[in-house]
């Protein structure tokens, strides 16, 4: 059987973007084709987990709500993963850079494209259910082109620095106000401080 690499697999809420709040089982994946210079995730802490042992792992936690994260879940997740979600009851959705091609029967897609940041992150998927946006001040003017999503979130880029944290959340707060098509994402897990 072919092991996926898994970072952690927990429960807790959803902290950002359409569904914050909601009571969530995450699937975190290690590995990614970008190297983006802000990502939080440690590529070298892994578990190889059966499709098996992934189902197993989460059949005790209440919530019919699965996020597929990563690193780039789209290097693991195929029509089969997300069919034996659904065989479960779980409603599957996928936070993804847009690069790789996603099984058609995933429930919810937020795309968080990274070409602002990386070679190479040319986004391939042309529609997602929202697209999340990590602001450092850049135009997102051709975002609301294509791919096309139904809901368009902003969210401050954590730089570790909280003067420059404070800055551009401002800025974020700013383009908003001025770009009504957008909405202010907060990582609500950062600022209550759950995981």
Known sequence: MIKKP???????????????GRSAIFIRFSGCNLNCP???????????????????????????????TGGEPALYV???????????GKYVTIETNGTRTLPENIDWITLSPKNDF?????????????????FLGQ????????????????????????AKNKKNLQDCINYCMKH???????????????Q
């Open 6 to 20: 898994v970072n952690e697999i927990f429960y807790s809420l959803q902290g950002e973007g359409f569904y914050a």
């Open 38 to 68: 802000f990502c939080d995730t440690d590529h070298r802490k892994f578990t190889l987990m059966t499709n098996n042992e992934i189902q197993h792992a989460i059949s005790n936690y209440p919530s019919d709500f699965v996020v597929l």
């Open 78 to 88: 195929d029509i089969d993963f997300v069919e034996m979600l659904h065989k479960i």
């Open 118 to 134: 990386c070679e190479n992150a040319q986004v391939v998927i042309r529609k997602a259910d929202e697209l999340k946006m990590i």
């Open 139 to 162: 135009d997102l003017k051709r975002y609301l082109e294509e791919p096309l999503a139904t809901y368009h979130f902003l969210q401050p880029c954590d730089m570790g620095d909280q």
């Open 180 to 194: 009504p098509e957008w909405r202010l994402s907060l990582q609500l897990h950062k600022l209550i401080g759950f």
